[in-house]
């Protein structure tokens, strides 16, 4: 039976679901910073997402669950250095200096300049295809989320502002160089990257003088971490498998909207004007992007690779004798010619005139 193949899925779903924990997260870290300070939390939301997953992945050793996923190699230590450095440590540093320094407002608003940053770096750089649609879409997304940080004090471009624009690239870089790793078990990745930079943050915040909140504050701080930071950031990697930079990072761009939606429900918030409209400007990106159809003929060079994968069309390779799927070993692609739609994910990296 000949698998049917969308283009839109499971990447966008995994966006999204990214998108929504991590929104969610927002309101529930602001009921915490009553009790911990802004530095410690950081710390303990990352070292609560990497404990999580430890204990995830340990979990699925005891229980002898067979790892589908390929494992880090010595190749991609590099890049997993760069990404707990640029992401897990410069990211909240030049965060933490930047709000110390600027206001509330244009540290709100400064913050969705991550998206774009992600955009831009994947465009720029690591020539992934964005086309009119795509752009379109995503200034939506964006102009939504910078309408719902606006309170209309405008915006003052001071040396804090700098920092936090600077906290922005520091993620767009790591989201862009997170996409090297998105071949490898995303839980392992998250993991590290949690207990590194958690553990650096915590130790900081302390040694600054942060007091030690109580256990159950602690307790619920770890678990909004796990699922806010932690299984969003592994739902995330599998975005980026599928869709590339650009697409996961507009779609995660739904955060803030996401955030202020919850905020309503939990802490009673007003529903705005200015709520209503970033909703529709927000859902107009959205539209514009699942409406997007990139197809055209292309070519696959050949490629060795491992990740985890099913036997389809770009997987036509045999076995020896019966597999599960998915499954994962480090396979070759031969050539082929063919037509069908699809996004800038592990297999369709190609460049366009």
Not at 117 to 138: C, K, P, Q, S, Y
Not at 191 to 217: E, Q
Not at 311 to 337: A, C, F, K
Request: aromatic share 6%.
């Amino acid at each position: 039976m000949k698998r049917v193949y969308s283009h839109l899925w499971p990447g966008v779903p995994l966006a999204l679901v990214s998108a929504v924990l991590f929104g969610a997260s927002t309101p529930f870290a602001k009921l915490l910073l009553g009790t911990v300070s802004p530095q410690l939390l950081a710390g303990l939301l990352y070292l609560g997402a990497g404990v999580g997953l430890a204990a995830v992945h340990g979990g699925r050793a005891a229980l002898g669950v067979p790892a589908r996923e390929a494992p880090l190699r010595r190749h991609d230590r590099p890049w997993l250095a760069a990404v707990v450095l640029s992401g897990g440590l410069a990211g909240p540093l030049l965060l933490m200096l930047g709000l110390s320094r600027t206001s509330a407002a244009s540290g709100s608003l400064l913050l969705n300049l991550e998206g774009l940053a992600t955009m831009l770096i994947a465009w720029v750089v690591f020539r992934e295809n964005v086309d009119r649609r795509l752009l379109l879409g995503a200034s939506a997304i964006l102009m939504g989320a910078v309408l719902l940080s606006w309170n209309g004090e405008g915006v003052s471009l001071d040396a804090g502002a700098a920092l936090i624009a600077a906290a922005c690239l520091a993620w767009g870089i790591d989201n862009n160089l997170t996409r090297k790793l998105s071949s490898a078990d995303p839980v392992v990745t998250a993991m590290i990257k949690g207990v590194v930079a958690g553990s650096v943050n915590v130790v900081l915040a302390l040694l600054l003088g942060a007091a030690v909140p109580p256990m159950a504050v602690i307790g619920a701080t770890a678990l909004v971490g796990f699922l806010g930071v932690g299984v969003s950031l592994v739902l995330f990697m599998l975005a980026l498998r599928h869709l590339g930079a650009a697409r996961t990072g507009a779609y995660f761009s739904l955060a803030p909207f996401i955030g202020a939606v919850i905020a309503v429900a939990l802490l009673r918030e007003p529903i705005t004007v200015q709520l209503v409209v970033a909703g529709l400007l927000m859902g107009v990106g959205l539209w514009l992007h699942l409406a997007e159809r990139h197809e055209h003929e292309h070519i696959h060079e050949v490629m060795e690779h491992e990740h985890a994968h099913v036997h389809d069309e770009h997987h036509p390779h045999h076995h020896d004798g019966p597999v599960t799927e998915p499954h994962t070993h480090w396979h070759r692609h031969e050539p082929l010619r063919h037509t069908h739609p699809h996004y800038p994910d592990l297999h369709h990296q190609h460049g366009h005139a």
